[in-house]
């Protein structure tokens, strides 16, 4: 083995494997390694950064890199370990023999394990020490309760209700980047820590070392992109339902929010306002007057947001067209249909920048110039049935290498193309990301999840750990998406509930599919009215307060918006986000921050009329009665069905 300074880099080198250390970004270092002749240019999910300045000693036993407050040293044998200020933080799990890292056993288990599949493609294991009463958050959106994902395995791959966002932050003071856009899984066992991926051509991951979590994803956000500016006429109410089925439909409910004094500052059209999938356009017998309905609307105050499915049914009549051109994602076997909904159906290939032109040029001339402001990019994992990885080949390569880029890909396909049209507020709505997506204007949402108390639980960890991946612009279906019936009690009181949570969310979202179904003849059916007034007048009031207090505070919810923009923080915030210091922060998983000045205790269990707070040290006020508590303490808050704990920060 022999490592050597190349330039600002770190080099070792062997007969079995190259390995390749670099500053990225300060106080972070980029590492790769790979069994092949050499390195990629792809940097994934990480932007380019200009070489710089480090320290770096290579002897014939030993070397190191450190950049600012983070240093990796390497062994004879090629073992990594990574501290913080001298402190380890991360370091390679070896049980083998021979070298400095001989621990008595026979197991000869290496860091990194490599596989052969074929050509230049290995799967991979990397290995890593399990650091006693480490916690460890991030990693996207998964639904479960667990926001500390110590002890847990999750799937590194995208499905409906699942993000994989492959970045953690570690309570030990660093943000770990697992750089690989395909399919694989992450262990954070109590004896080890294990990546694996399916399919790669070199290993890489990206790591920073800083004073706090919020330095630490101001670094991330550096190299993965920030949010944009969000618009102030995007603050308020967004009104949704499955489905408004036709243009009388949702202008009639315009109209009545106008009525009675609301001003809803977005209406959601959803899916099936169309002919086929893959047409792309407004089915002109429900629909037959686009530009006046975007006219009524507008004179309303009230943008408008349009379902896009990425699927193309073999009916659609672009499907023999974007086939011919190798437009739709390739099956590796069988009859080439990627999804089965109302027909056979392919989905376009987002990783192809002329299918992404394409797919623009039809969302313009049947959308965007009727004045179509935002874009709701539902399906764009892609939901694939099934879900089998190794069956399906994008542009970008095999979606077992490559599945990551898509939902960031779709994302950016209308991110380009309204900016190419001059609109600089743009916000659309995503079911699905990767690293970088932030950067592309997409507010995600946590998918078709079920309308139930246990799912309402799961999206507070799955919204914060999607903040702590730099995906500030994150909400949910109020209610949840499926199996509510509207004049079911329990699910009332969820709605409230979850209505009261999502006021102090990046979005206030109106939606869900409510029972029984609507038959529509001829037409894809509907679901129940889910306007604020669809409930019952108890109901109605306690949303027409909370809609009051998300209005009060807006001012303050736009300075959050700029705040991600400028260093990354999220809107939606872990305890421990703003009081580091506070070792009670570190275990707390049922309130949180909205910003630095609202603690937010969310109510999340029926029938539940008090719960628990923990305050940190200051002085806190209450929303709803202004009583004033000193900090330190856990108190018993009061939470009738028309309260939420919120208390906003004194001192």
Known sequence: MIICKNGNKLQIRSAEEWIEIEAWETNALRVRATRNTGFSDENKGISYVAPMDVECVAEAKRGSIRNGRICCEVTGDGVLGFYR??????????????????????????????????????????????????????????????????GCVLELAQRNSQI????YVSNLGYGFLWNHPGVGQVMFGNNYTEWTAEAIEEMDYWIVADENPQKILESFTEVTGRSPAFPDNALGLWQCKLRYSTQAEVLEVARE?????????????????????????????????????MDELHSMGIRCMVSIWPTVSTKSENYAEMKARDLL??????????????????????????????????????????GIDMFWLDEAEPEFQPYEYDHYRYHAGRTA???????????QCFWEGQRAEGQNDIVNLSRCAWVGSQKYGAVVWSGDVESSFRAFRDQLSAGLNMGLAGHAWWTTDIGGFRGAYTDDPEFRELLIRWYQFAVFTPVLRMHGNRLPKI??????????????????????????????????IKDYVASLYREASENGSPLMRTMFYEFPEDSRCWEIDDQ?????????????????????VYLPA??????????????????TADAPIDIMPVFERMA
């Open 618 to 635: 200051g002085r806190w006020k209450s929303i709803h009665d202004e009583t004033e508590y000193d900090g330190g303490q856990t108190i």
């Open 85 to 150: 200020d001298g402190q380890m933080i991360l370091k390679e799990y070896v049980r083998c023999k021979k070298g400095r890292n001989y621990y008595g056993v026979c197991l000869d288990i290496a860091a990194r394990q490599y596989r052969p599949r074929g050509g230049n493609e290995y799967s991979l294991s990397v290995l890593f020490e399990a650091n006693r009463g480490e916690k460890i958050f991030g990693m996207g959106q998964y639904q479960q309760p667990e926001l500390d994902l110590k």
């Open 401 to 411: 290498k490559t599945a990551g880029y898509y939902p960031s890909n779709h994302a």
């Open 164 to 167: 994989s966002v492959p970045f």
């Open 257 to 293: 929010y106008k009525r009675r004094g609301i001003k809803p500052d977005v209406i959601v059209i959803d899916f099936f306002h169309w002919t086929e999938q893959g047409d792309w356009k407004f089915d002109s017998e429900c629909f037959p007057d686009p530009k006046s309905m």
């Open 329 to 370: 994602v390739r099956c590796e076997r069988g009859l080439g249909y990627t999804f089965d909904w109302m027909g056979p159906c392919a989905f376009y290939d987002a990783t192809n920048p002329e299918a992404r032109a394409f797919l623009w040029s039809k969302a313009k001339e049947n959308y965007y110039k009727y």
């Open 519 to 552: 038959l529509i003849p001829g037409k894809l059916e509907s679901g129940q009215p889910n306007e604020l007034w669809s409930y019952g007048e108890e109901n109605y009031a306690i949303m027409k307060k909370w809609l009051g207090i998300r209005l009060e």
């Open 592 to 612: 949180y921050m909205f910003g630095s000045k609202y603690l937010v205790a969310p109510v999340m269990e029926y029938e539940v009329r008090e719960r628990q």
